[in-house]
C-alpha cells in the first residue's frame, strides 16, 4: 500500500521535472506586481482560498497589487507570544510538515527521505552546531499570512542565499522528490541566541522565489548563479516576534536549534494547524 502510494506521488511530480521552473515563476511574479491584474486576481484568489482578510491590514483604497496583497501585514494583536522570553514562538502562519530530532545530522522530510543539515543550510561551517539538535518544518499555504517572524530574541551573525530548483513544496512532492528542501532555492539565516545556535531556512518553490529579509534590500530577492553566503559584525539584533522576512507567494519555513536548546512541545505533531506565536518548545 504504502510503495503503491509512492509510485503515485512519483507519476504525479516527474512533470515538474520538465517545467521551466524559473520561467513560470518570473511570469507569476510579474502578474503580480500589475496593477491591471491586481482586482481580478486578488478577487478569484480570494474565492478559491479562505483568507482571513478580517486579520490583515488593508490600505484605504485597497491592495493595488496582488504582491501586496499576498504580503499583506496582520493588524496589531490578532497574534500572541507566550509569556516566557526564553520559550520558542512558531515563527509564522503553516501547518507542521515534521517536527522532530536532528540524527546524525539529518532531517526527515518524509516516510523514507533524509536529508543533510549541511546541504540545508549551504554553509558546511554552520551545520556542526545542530548536531543532534532538533528541527521543526512549517508549510505556508497559499492562503496563509506569508510573513516570518522570529522564533526567539537572537543576533544575526550570517546569512546565505543558496541557488536551486522551484520544485513546489506540497506532502505529494516532498514524498517524491528526494532532498527536496536541499535542493530548492533558499534563503539560510544563522543566530546567537540565549538557547544556544538557532537557524531559520525560508524554502522557495515553484511561483514562490522572492524571498525578501527585514535586513536586506528589496532587490536582494533572489540568488545569484552561486551561494552567497554574508558575515554581520557586529551582528544584528532582533527580539522575538520581530519580522525576519517575508515571501513574496509562500513556500515552507525550517527552524533549527542546538542541542542545549529546550525540547519541542509534546502536542505538536505533523499535520498540525499552527499560527504565528504559537508555543514551539516545552
Known amino acids: 500500500m504504502a510503495e503503491r502510494g509512492a509510485t503515485a506521488a512519483r507519476l504525479k511530480t516527474w512533470p515538474q521535472y520538465l517545467l521551466p521552473q524559473h520561467g513560470l515563476t518570473r511570469v507569476a511574479n510579474a502578474a503580480s506586481n ?3 491584474l491586481a482586482r481580478p486576481l486578488i478577487s478569484t484568489f480570494s474565492r478559491l482560498y479562505p483568507v482571513r482578510l478580517d486579520e490583515c491590514q488593508a490600505p484605504a483604497g485597497g491592495f493595488d497589487r496582488f504582491d501586496a496583497f499576498f ?12 509569556g516566557d522570553p526564553d520559550a520558542f514562538a512558531s515563527p509564522c502562519d503553516g501547518t507542521i510538515s515534521r517536527i ?3 540524527e546524525r545530522g539529518t532531517i526527515i522530510q518524509a516516510k523514507g527521505r533524509r536529508f543533510s543539515v549541511e546541504a540545508l543550510l549551504g554553509v558546511p561551517e554552520w551545520a556542526d552546531a545542530f548536531g543532534s539538535g532538533r528541527f521543526a518544518t512549517i508549510y505556508l499555504a497559499p492562503h496563509d499570512y506569508h510573513r516570518v517572524h522570529m522564533p526567539i530574541a537572537g543576533s544575526l551573525v550570517g546569512d546565505a542565499r543558496i541557488p ?9 512532492t516532498s514524498q517524491a522528490v528526494d532532498r527536496l528542501y536541499a535542493r530548492n532555492e533558499r534563503m539560510t539565516a544563522l543566530f546567537e541566541t540565549r538557547q544556544g545556535p538557532v537557524a531559520v531556512i525560508m ?15 528589496a532587490d536582494d530577492r533572489r540568488p545569484g548563479r552561486s551561494i552567497r553566503k554574508r558575515a ?3 551582528p544584528v539584533d532582533l527580539a522575538r516576534g520581530e519580522q525576519l522576512g517575508c515571501f513574496h507567494w509562500g513556500s515552507t519555513v525550517i527552524v533549527l536549534t542546538g542541542r542545549d536548546a529546550p525540547p519541542w512541545s509534546e502536542d505538536l ?4 494547524r499552527i499560527r504565528l506565536g504559537a508555543k514551539l518548545s516545552r
Open 164 to 172: 536551486g530548483r522551484l520544485f513546489s513544496v506540497s506532502q505529494t
Open 34 to 36: 500589475s496593477r491591471w
Open 100 to 102: 522532530g530530532t536532528i
Open 71 to 82: 504580503t499583506r501585514h496582520l493588524k496589531p494583536g490578532v497574534r500572541s507570544f507566550p
Open 203 to 217: 524554502v522557495a518553490a515553484m511561483l514562490v522565489a522572492g524571498i525578501e529579509t527585514a535586513w536586506g534590500h
Open 232 to 234: 554581520f559584525d557586529p
Open 269 to 272: 505533531a505533523p499535520g498540525q
